[in-house]
């Protein structure tokens, strides 16, 4: 059965301090994994797509990175704007394009 | 405007009532999905849809149904609710290429 497990369920920063949000899985095959980001009372909004191991992307402050079992979010110098939930999710191979979610990441920046 | 609209925002009802959740894209997308978001479970399937009069089962459709005469509608229906299906619906769609988007939700209440 497939399976993503976030952590840490929460995490408070002060303004500047890095960190990083992992996401681990368990899926037969991966034909990709995903980070959103949700802010509260709206949808989840794309953030990337990775698709094999040791791929990387970035946007602004964030960079997520990709091995064979989880996937980090590194967050550099968080402003409060990037206080948000961060949901990781997976489509495994074979799959009709459905996304199985982790749990997330509540993400809260203080200024 | 081009996107995914969800309707209604918000919604009461009782228990034993049937209600229906709509949902609506402007891209032509051909695949479209319904999830349900709860405290502590994340996003969890409900049904998903390929194509028009394509439907079928994700992990949790015990008490839903869905139709798709039309690609860029895909009604969700809870054919008699129960308090246990109070939750933040979210419709998604996508073309096939891993790139998803979400509508803003709607907050149903069973009471």
């Known amino acids: 059965e497939d399976q993503v497990t976030q952590s ?3 995490l408070r920063l002060q303004e500047g301090e890095s960190s990083s949000l992992n996401c681990s899985y368990t899926v037969s095959g991966l034909r990709g994994l995903f980070w959103y980001r949700q802010d509260p009372g709206k949808g989840p909004e794309f953030l990337f797509t990775l698709y094999s191991a040791g791929e990387e992307k970035e946007k602004e402050r964030l960079k997520a990175t990709l091995t064979k079992k989880e996937s980090f979010l590194h967050i550099t110098a968080p402003k409060p704007e990037d206080s948000a939930t961060y949901l990781c999710a997976v489509q495994p191979s074979g799959s009709a394009r459905q996304l199985t979610f982790g749990s997330g990441t509540q993400l809260t920046v203080l200024p | 405007d081009a996107g995914i609209t969800q309707s209604p925002r918000y919604k009461i ?6 209600v229906t959740l709509m949902c609506h894209q402007t891209w032509s997308h051909s695949y479209m999905f319904w999830y349900r978001q709860d405290l502590g479970h994340g996003l969890r399937l409900i049904y998903y849809s390929a194509a028009a009069d394509i439907t079928d089962k994700g992990e949790v459709p015990d008490g839903y149904v869905v139709s798709r005469s ?7 229906t809870l054919e008699s609710a129960t308090r246990s299906q109070t939750s933040v619906y979210f419709c998604a769609s996508t073309p096939g290429d891993l790139r998803y988007t979400f509508g803003s939700g709607t907050r149903l209440t069973v009471v």
Not at chain 2, 13 to 18: F, H, N, P, S
Not at chain 2, 70 to 76: G, H, I, M
């Open chain 2, 70 to 76: 039309k690609t860029e509608n895909f009604p969700l």
């Open chain 2, 13 to 18: 009802t009782e228990t034993g009532r049937q």
């Open chain 1, 8 to 10: 840490p369920e929460a």
